[in-house]
């Protein structure tokens, strides 16, 4: 059983930055895929970003690209989120997921077949 854990959500104002943490378990992180995706009220979940199992690729969502960079760093089974320029639509909760198979992490996002998800941490933006 893999267990994801988010944090580093919280308020703060449009034009800031905040970092989130997604806290893998697992010996076999370094063979995960790791995304995130968001949820605002009353919208349906939307994908934001997503990191390969050995960083060396990245892929974002149009609404976050230059502006939220995905890392991990394998040694701590932890995955990253820094967002900067933040703007009111993007108040949403956060939610980091696992794929421990072994598909095509483009294959992964396409399809979401996300094997683990967390609870969600919550960000909101004020305008």
């Known amino acids: ?12 104002q449009a034009g800031g930055s905040l970092s989130l943490s997604c806290a893998v378990s697992g010996r076999a992180f370094s ?3 790791v995304g ?3 949820q605002a009220p009353g919208k349906e979940r939307e994908f ?3 990191i390969s199992r050995n960083g060396g690729s990245t892929y974002y969502a149009d ?8 890392s991990r760093d394998n ?6 989120l820094r967002m900067n320029s933040l703007k ?7 939610y980091c997921a696992a794929h421990t198979g072994f598909e ?3 294959v992964v996002i396409t399809t979401e077949s996300w094997d683990y998800w967390g609870q969600g941490t919550q960000v909101t933006v004020s305008s």
């Not at 059983?1 to 703060?12: F, I």
């Open 1 to 12: 059983q893999v267990q994801l854990v988010e944090s580093g959500g919280g308020l703060v």
């Open 31 to 33: 063979s995960y895929c």
């Open 36 to 38: 995130w995706y968001r």
């Open 48 to 50: 934001v970003a997503a």
């Open 63 to 70: 609404s976050v690209k230059g502006r939220f960079t995905i």
């Open 75 to 80: 040694a701590r089974n932890t995955v990253y």
């Open 88 to 94: 009111p639509e993007d108040t949403a909760v956060y």
């Open 104 to 106: 095509d992490i483009m």
